[in-house]
């Protein structure tokens, strides 16, 4: 009957964390508690896209955030969920999302030892036209355990425990590490769990497929410029790469974790650090992509290594199969 145990052996997310948590015997539960707090955010926010339009739950919400972007009524229910449910589990003390200008301290009554950061909303831009949109999420723990502060939540993104993001596409996937490789959930709306569909997810060493915003090549700097026209123009022989580019940040990444090759929001001069955040969106991803096998770069250094010095800090990024950032990071070397 080991064929069929999937079909009665359901392995949820919550057992497999346990399972996680076994290699830890000094936990207790605190991290299985917090995740479940973060997938119960997930399936409120999977059930109000799934009826977004119907909802009344597209367009603007009438505000700006921190960002400079006028913000969704997706954005800021999707913020209110998180935070909430985040408060409400009794294991954070320090909270940053995209949609808050300042971080959120955690009252005394409810504090716990985590610190998440995260990004509610991941690709506004495409949820009044139906396409693929997510959440993305970072754990720290508290550095020593007295007063939280700021400093909390400026690490490394190479200090991370945990990472994750979950995509609200044609179904709803959650994909997770816990620095012991990568997993892929997907939620069974009949039972309302996410069941393990993607263990062990170890992204292609080299791919076929580039991702970026062509629309920003007249502002790029030599070495990305030189990178792409590698993968249109290929001078060894081989095949050029397709350009595939979503807008949402999280389905071109599940899609470079899956297919192979790789996600690029280069700096340009309009942006010299590029548009992506650090904390909510460059670090997860960075740490998901070498628990995968992969890897993550800035243009200057591996991205889990770069340290922030504000909590929306933005950052060049370029994340995928492991031979083709070495391509990339080759020509920023030969720039020196
Ligand atoms: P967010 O919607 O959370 O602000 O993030 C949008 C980001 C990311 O999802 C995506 O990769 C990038 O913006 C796309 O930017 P461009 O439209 O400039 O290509
Ligand atoms: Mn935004
Ligand atoms: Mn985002
Ligand atoms: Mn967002």
Redesign the pocket.
Known sequence: HAADAHRTDLMTITRHVLNEQTKHPESRGDFTILLSHIVLGCKFVCSAVNKAGLAKLIGLAGETNV?G?EQKKLDVLSNEVFINALVSSGRTCILVS?EDEEATFVEPSKRGKYCVVF?P?????NIDCGVSIGTIFGIYLIKDGDEPKLEDVLQPGKNMLAAGYCMYGSSCTFVLSTGGGVNGFTLDPSLGEFILTHPDIKIPKKGKIYSV?EGNAKNWDGPTAKYVEKCKFPTDGSASKSLRYI????A?VHRTLLYGGVFL?PADKKSPNG??RVLY?VFPMSFLMEQAGGQAFTGKQRALDLVPEKIHDRSPIFLGSYDDVEEIKALYAAEE
């Open positions: 960002q972007e995209e990004d909303l991941d690709g506004s831009s915003n807008g949402s940040m999280v071109d929001y548009k992506l969106e």
